[in-house]
């Protein structure tokens, strides 16, 4: 998997590649940005869906793919749907994907244009050939982020309910499907924290990359938001959720784990933005690699090792 041992005399819990960004804003011919993407191991290498703006700034979803999860060949023309569990849906557009294996396929999930915002699900086996499913959801929502295996017996997946503009509010719910069509049960698992606890995730919170289950239970990256007086202000924290019951929250981080610090994350399309959507990880050289949009411009990737990740989680919780 990527990794950079590191820097010395850095103490942080999570450290930057040092030649970040990994994909630039112009790295297709069409691009205006290219960020909030997600990434898998695929056949020995990496695969991965990434978000494309066009310099129409349209947004949609491309196939890419890597031998060491760092330099990315990207298709120049989105990916293109077949019907799968649903006849097609309207699609106005497509953006900020996850990617998860289950069972025996990958599952993709994405904000999908349908009269507003909603969870968007489809399926691959090759990263060639896409089927897209019904909505899990009705307008408006977003962070749709499904787990990578059942969890007593249903498939799960979190979302964050939200509106049809620039969201000024969002809580992280939990939502169960027993045939990856219909979906309900549908319970809250945090909310956006008051502002004297932890201000930098005050305003609204979501989910980031696919949940890693750990001995604690499952381990959630999520994104967290202020509304400063020069506007939105996103960074990273981290909680631990219970491994059989995931809408009760076990851990979770005060301070958060990254924040817009650099002028890649400082400066672009939005400034001051780390958004989370993909996770490698590997529990014996504990190892954990993070990939995140940085100012809706770029992909980054951050490094860290998993046990002070979790170390952190429990120790910095609110």
Request: hydrophobic share 35%; proline share 6%; glycine share 8%.
């Amino acid at each position: 998997m990527p990794w950079q041992d590191q820097p010395e005399g850095n103490n942080d819990i999570i450290w930057r590649y040092t030649e970040n960004p990994i994909i630039n804003r112009y790295d297709i011919p069409s691009s205006n940005s290219i960020f909030n993407s997600a990434v898998v191991p695929f056949e020995g290498g990496y695969a991965g869906v990434f978000r494309c703006d066009n310099k129409a700034v349209q947004m949609n979803i491309f196939a890419g793919f890597s031998k060491d999860g760092i330099h990315w060949d990207i298709n120049h023309e989105p990916i293109i749907m077949q019907a799968g569990n649903t006849q097609m849906i309207e699609s106005a557009y497509k953006y900020d994907p996850r990617v998860v294996f289950i069972e025996d396929r990958y599952w993709i999930t994405w904000c999908n244009g349908y009269h507003g915002p909603t969870i968007g699900i489809g399926y691959t086996f090759d990263f060639k050939e896409f089927f897209q499913c019904e909505n899990a959801f009705l307008p408006f929502n977003r962070n749709g982020v499904l787990f990578p295996e059942k969890i007593n017996g249903k498939y799960a997946m979190l979302s964050r309910p939200s509106d049809n503009g620039h969201t000024p509010f969002g809580d992280i719910y939990i939502s169960y499907s027993p045939d990856m069509k219909y979906w309900g049960e549908h319970r809250v698992v945090m909310k956006a924290t008051p502002f004297e606890e932890s201000a930098w995730q005050c305003t609204k919170i979501g989910a980031g990359p696919i949940p890693i289950l750990t001995d604690d239970g499952w381990l959630m990256i999520y994104h967290g938001v202020i509304n400063t007086c020069n506007g939105f202000r996103y960074a990273m924290g981290t909680a631990i959720l219970d491994k059989d019951n995931p809408d009760k929250v076990k851990y979770r981080t005060r301070d958060y784990l990254l924040g817009p610090a650099v002028d890649y994350e400082m400066v672009g399309d939005v400034p001051n933005v780390v958004f989370p959507c993909a996770a490698l990880h590997d529990f014996e050289q504990d190892k954990l690699a993070i990939y995140y949009g940085a100012a809706d411009t770029a992909v980054a990737l951050a490094f860290g090792k998993l046990s002070n990740v979790l170390e952190f989680t429990k120790q910095n919780s609110l």
